[in-house]
């Protein structure tokens, strides 16, 4: 009964910044300013809790607390470190169970263990990521998630052109401790879109923090 509790807190505040809780409430308040419609991001929210109930309901303990969900009109991005091969293969079929899902991004770490020292580490590279995607000119910081481990940020989400595609990748890469920037983000499919900035300095394919895929 704890454990299903603790899922519907996880519920309420899944973000970028999970232990952020008026950071999560405010993002859900914002959900109308996100290029997804309601009804999306109902929809994947309802994905996120199926595939965190799956992990409990198998009583696979190992991969719902060390297995991050994010989730972007159905694309699921699971980051983490799993114990071994097998572990890592569980966490991946399970999340492609649920309804709605279109893909399913498996970035899981193989690890024996992970030391707090890193965990607080990623989760400060992670809120530094975050802010400056927040401050950062003409880059829309609602419509991305944003992931940590070991070094390595994790972006996903919806970009309103290519420059802010790259732009959010450069920004991401420019925090100290970032060892890498990988991106999952997409370009906004619009005909209507302002072109991107002249003035400003966007980031380039030979950024070596940056892979995109």
Known sequence: MKKYFVLCLLVLTQTACPALILGGAAK????????R????TVDDTAIWTHIKSLYLQKNVDYIYATVNVEVNEGRVLLTGTVDNPEHRVEAVRLAWQPVGVKEV???????DKSSIADDAKDY??????????????????????TDTINGVVYLIGIAQNEWEMKQAALVASKVKGVKRVVSY?????????????????????DNPYMNQK
């Not at 859900?28 to 290029?35: D, I, K, M, Q």
């Not at 991004?105 to 690890?111: D, V």
């Not at 802010?131 to 991305?144: G, H, P, Q, T």
């Not at 370009?187 to 300095?201: G, M, T």
């Open 185 to 205: 983000v997409r370009v906004k499919q619009n005909p209507s879109d302002p072109p991107a900035p002249a003035k400003q300095k966007a980031a380039t394919s």
């Open 28 to 35: 859900v308040g914002s959900v109308v300013a996100e290029e």
């Open 37 to 40: 419609s309601v009804g999306s």
């Open 105 to 111: 991004i498996n970035e899981l770490q193989i690890t």
């Open 124 to 145: 400060w590279i992670n809120t530094r990521v975050n802010a400056n995607l927040l401050v950062e000119k003409n880059v829309r910081s609602i419509n991305y998630n």
